[in-house]
């Protein structure tokens, strides 16, 4: 059973040009507090801007903002009662850490079903060591062979993890993963070597999260900058290893000169290198202030050429 489109460009058209992650709305990730993240008026302002913008799926995870993040997302989708808009969300983060066990992931998909009111797409939020892939797929397998989710996928999964849940999958007759999300961006390239092989030899969409790396692709940090409280970067952190990385910071620094020399921001650039990527179906956006915007729409506009693509590549490889 596949939901998937057998194309890249029909995964593009399945996906849209970009999912909006509602790990903002309620807090940011897992963290929440005065000043950290969107409240409910403004997260559910964000959904409807971001649906009239063209997003197809919502992104959201039951460990988000405590739960707040799938709540709010699920006042949105009673309020659009027939909406086309899919919606995904994530499961496997525990208190004392990964844990897709079957009980508890089939208990956490009743749960996210209860708060949200459908899930569409449904992700394993990280690789749990402790669980085999013949005890945790086959839940997820049962939710789409049932109809109770369109398909499922896997988040911050590695190369040879990825392999043995699409071997798994197989050799129990399962319904397949058929989506990952992971970090990725100019800078975060971990997945390059593996991950994306496997995602365009099995024909997997593949939906990247933090496409400016915490707002280093943005200018924000350029010039020793630290991120302020309340920032994303200041409680997300995969943007620490970069701000204390010298390699990292000169790349950082010539990519911003490369952008001006452009007459783009370094958003639109980096989403622009996303967007004309040949195995990315769509990234993952955040956005909750109209300069956000205004880097995907340059993103979206902007004329992309080999010479750009080499000259990206002559910094970050």
Known sequence: MTWIASSAAGRREQFGRFLLGTGGVGGIAGATGPGIGLPESDGLALIDRAVAEGVKILDSADIYAGGES???????????????????????????????SPERVARQLQHSLDVIGRVDLYLAHRVDQATPWEQSLPVFSDAVERGTIRAYGLSNVDGPSLAAALETAD?????????????????AREDDAEVLPIARSEGLAYTPFSPLANGLLAGRYSN??????????????????????????????????????????QAGLAMAWLFNHPVVTAPIVGPSKEHHWA???????????????????AIFG
């Open 70 to 100: 799938e709540r709010i997302v699920g006042v949105w989708n009673r309020a659009h009662a027939g909406s086309e808009v899919l919606i995904q969300t994530k499961t496997g983060i525990a208190p004392n850490g990964p844990d897709l």
């Open 295 to 313: 880097g995907i729409h340059e993103g979206l506009s902007f004329a992309w050429t080999p010479a750009v693509a080499s000259d990206l590549a």
């Open 171 to 187: 050799r129990l007759g399962l319904a397949r993963p058929e989506v990952v999300q992971n970090q990725y961006s100019l800078l």
């Open 224 to 265: 020793g900058e630290r991120p302020r409280p309340g920032d994303r970067a200041s409680v997300a952190s995969a943007a620490a290893p970069f701000l204390d990385d010298a390699d990292a910071m000169r790349k950082v620094r010539a990519f911003d000169e490369l952008a001006a020399a452009h007459g783009v921001s």
